[in-house]
């Protein structure tokens, strides 16, 4: 039931005005409507070789496995896990990458206040329209030395756009991370892991390099209505991955966009940094985390003189509900093995 196939993941969004006195100099998109292109951006892949994979269909917001997958041509990483030679989807032993994806959100604040007391960095995979409307927590991230990596404009399965809507979708997403912290994140989380090799190429024709990860704290299932998602597992997994500190590393994938979400986080992480030395995704790969070349990839230590290094990660599931300025609830994109969500309206009506 909670294989990675068959998990659908409600993810609540909601487009409320957070009160930010930030004055972005760009307009943006509407936050989780796949935007446009600028058309000087399309350029910017006119010379890439780019797989002709074919756009993968959705039928009531479940993915549709092409039928020809012999030897998986595409390497389509939600049906088989493949992974492409550049992405990365882990830390080397003893090391540990904890990731929150779809934030900023209005408790990510409560999450970074845990990081400083324990003096901890972390990834935050960033969604473009929640960092329009919450600019001063991205920036508070960055300058606590946190690394901020993307999750795209509008938290739909990449796989499923053109390579138009892909390049506007990564491009503006880099564009507002920019225009809050000066930096330009390499590191791309494909909303759900859902990435094949027309989408690594265009990834890779911007600068940006895939992230996927290695374990899944499922915690989104605690703002899910239903109540049969214990929490006690995610400490039980925690305790599991913990156990084999000494012959492994990894990455692990959680959420600051709830509540619940990030009030698990500050139980089970010491779990983690007991057991692990915390590290940011690019710190453990060696990988600067950003065009710039700001935060020292070969800076183990937990404060990086350049700033910040970090970003969250994404949800390996299902479905994206947002209520727009209006209210209403509109789900934008729905899970693969698609079982209905109910904890997204919940949340959007909070
Ligand atoms: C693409 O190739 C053309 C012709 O060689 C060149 O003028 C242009 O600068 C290239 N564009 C990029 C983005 O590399
Ligand atoms: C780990 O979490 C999964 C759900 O994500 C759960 O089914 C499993 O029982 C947990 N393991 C432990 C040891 O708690
Ligand atoms: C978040 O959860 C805490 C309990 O940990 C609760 O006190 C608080 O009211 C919640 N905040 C919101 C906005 O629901
Ligand atoms: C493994 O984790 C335990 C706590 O769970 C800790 O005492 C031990 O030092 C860790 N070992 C290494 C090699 O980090
Ligand atoms: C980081 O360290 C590795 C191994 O010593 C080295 O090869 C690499 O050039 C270093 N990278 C930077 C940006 O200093
Ligand atoms: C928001 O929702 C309302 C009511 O469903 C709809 O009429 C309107 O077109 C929506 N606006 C956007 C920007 O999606
Ligand atoms: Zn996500």
Redesign the pocket.
Known sequence: MLSKLVLAVTLGFAAVNAQSTFQFKETYPVPFEIPQPKQEWL??I??ATISDAPIIQQVDGTLQQPQDVTGDPNCVWTFTECLGPDDLYTCPQKIWGHTFDDGPSEFTPKLLDYLDSVNKKVTFFVVGGQVIQYPETLKRAYDAGHEIAMHTWSHNYMTTLTNEQLVAELKWTELAVKEVTGVSPRFIRPPFGNIDNRVRDICKALGFVPVIWSVDTNDWYLNEQSGSFQPAWINGNVTEWASTNTTTGGISLAHDLYNVTVDAAIEYMPGLIDAFELQTVGQCNKQQAYKEGAGNVNDTSSTQPNGPASSSGSAPESTVSVQNESSATRVLATGMIGFALAGAAAFLTA
């Open positions: 350029s910017l006119s010379n």
